[in-house]
Each structure stands twice: as C-alpha cells, then as structure tokens.
C-alpha cells in the first residue's frame, strides 16, 4: 500500500519504520521538505519525503499523527481525500485538542471530503509500536470507525507492524471511547510510574 504519513515526529515514525519493513511504500508529508522532523525516516525503504497535499495525493492511505490541537487544520490541509482511508493516531489529552471538538477524528471529519476515517493506533506508546512483542507475546491493537473498508486496512496494517491482533470496538460512536483508552495507558504509564514498556492484550478463555 501507498501510505502518507502526516506527522514525522514518535508515533508516525515508529509506524513509518514498520510499515516500509513491511514492504509499503511511505509518502512523508511535511510542510517543508528541507527542514523537517524525522529526517533519519529517509534512510527506511521505500520511503520518500513530499509535501503534504503530494503525498495525500499518490497514496491511497492517509496517518495522521501530529499533535491534537491542529488535527482541524491539518485536515484542511490535506486536499482531496475523496475515496482514501484516514488513519486517526492522535489523542485529545487534559483537553488539548481541536477547538469545537471532543476527540481528534471527528475533527477529521469535519474537515475532510472522506467518509473514510478510522481510529487507530492511538492507544499505546510509540515504543510499542516499534517493538509490540513482550517475550514470546504480542500486542493487541484496536480501531474504531464506521468505515467497514477502512478498518480492514487498519487490522491489515497493525498485522504488518507486528500486532498479534487489531480488535474492532465499535464505529463512530466508540471514538471518544478510543481516546479515553488511550489516557489510561498514559495514567498507567507516566503517572502511576509503570513506564512506557506496558501495553494491552486481549485475553480469551
């Protein structure tokens, strides 16, 4: 797949790194293609640094990681996203997030011409995202969307990037669930001092 990553920084260079060892093709999409952050991302295969409207425009898939407040602009400044899938990794946390919204990815779709949008990859530390495997046991992952065409990219893409599993909680409605998941993973990880290699797996008897 044609992957655009917008927002170079942890989270989208942990999956940048994943997904071109996988084998996909990464569009990084910045604002200055000079001067930008996560330079060291163009020595992964297959990957290529554009700005961000070419890069929404030769992929067929659209990361957004950058950080919550600019989710609205970020999206307006994406171009035509008719018929590609978003990807929201972002997180509203203690209420930094985007004017007039709750949770990043229904400022996404606010802004955006895609019905195509998919929460994802938003509930756990970067770290984890470069290496999800504790000893022999991988990672879960989760999505929420009412987008059946996205999600299953999404659990294709966290299968690639290493996750044993990528469980669908819900659609639209389950967004801001997301999010509030992915604040207990930060209350656990930062502020009861269990540090960043934690993470969360589904368990079935």
Known sequence: MRIAIIGTGNVGGALATAWSKAGHTIL????????????????????????????????????IATP????????????????KVIIDAMNVVMGRGPAGFTNTADAILANTLTRDVVKSFNT??????????????????????????????????????????????????????????????????MMRGQGRDIGFKLLKR
């Open 28 to 63: 990084l999409g910045v604002q200055d293609t000079k001067n930008f952050k996560g330079k060291e991302l163009l020595n992964n295969i297959n990957t290529s640094v554009h700005s961000i409207p070419e890069a929404v425009r030769e992929a067929e898939i659209i990361l």
């Open 124 to 189: 756990t530390g970067f770290n984890n995202m470069l290496n999800p495997n504790y000893g022999n046991t991988a990672l879960d992952m989760f999505m929420a969307g009412d987008s059946e065409k996205g999600k299953r990219i999404v659990h294709q893409l966290a299968l690639d990037a290493g996750f044993a599993e990528c469980y669908d909680i819900g659609g639209n409605d389950k967004f801001q669930l997301m999010e509030q998941f992915a604040f207990f993973w930060i209350n656990l990880a």
């Open 68 to 83: 919550a407040p600019a989710a609205g602009e970020v999206a307006k400044s994406l171009g035509d996203t008719s018929g």
